[in-house]
């Protein structure tokens, strides 16, 4: 059974900074690509940045050039830090894990909320 497991989430000040985890268990369904979405109240879930096997990396235009995602495989964890936090950052972030090009598995997620 995969396990995607969001923590770091919480209340930031615009402007700063956040790092989410993703604490993963997903040994023997061969996944090559790990994610993070977000959704806002009212607004279409957006896939922020996402991260392969080969560490092709892509990013959401809205948050291109503040923000990076990185993967450990010794402790089986995904990273996903954002800078400038802005208000409309306001979102539970997911956790998502897949083989390519889909998404298959996803965490609870984790609420940030982004105070002007």
């Known amino acids: 059974q995969v396990q995607l497991v969001e923590s770091g989430g919480g209340l930031v000040q615009a402007g700063g900074s956040l790092r989410l985890s993703c604490a993963t268990s997903?040994?023997?369904?061969?996944?090559?690509?790990w994610g993070w979405y977000r959704q806002a109240p009212g607004k279409q879930r957006e896939l922020v940045a996402s991260?392969?096997?080969?560490?092709?990396?892509r990013f959401a235009n809205s948050v291109k050039g503040r923000c990076a995602i990185s993967r450990d495989n010794d402790k089986n964890a995904v990273y996903l830090e954002i800078d400038s936090l802005k208000p409309e950052d306001t979102a539970v972030y997911y956790c998502v894990a897949g083989r390519i090009p889909t998404f298959a598995y996803w965490g609870r997620g984790t609420q940030v909320t982004v105070s002007s």
């Open positions: 991260i392969t096997d080969t560490n092709d990396i």
């Open positions: 997903t040994a023997g369904f061969n996944i090559n690509q």
